[in-house]
């Protein structure tokens, strides 16, 4: 999964899917982090602002 996981922080959605489905199905064998996307408009906004 460390392949996977790297493509993921990535932000490959592909990724991303699979990791999901790792850790629903494997909850008892550990927990790979997944990468939470922010809305590009909202950092727009943000980086305007400063």
Do not use: C, Q, Y
């Not at 592909?14 to 990468?35: K, L, Q, S």
């Not at 727009?44 to 602002?49: F, G, L």
Request: glycine content about 4%.
């Amino acid at each position: 999964m460390s392949g996977v996981s790297r493509r993921s922080w990535a932000r490959n959605e592909a990724a991303i899917e699979t990791v999901e489905h790792w850790n629903r199905r494997n909850m008892d064998r550990g927990f790979v982090t997944i990468p939470k996307l922010v809305d590009k408009e909202l950092i727009k906004k943000i980086e305007d602002s400063i």
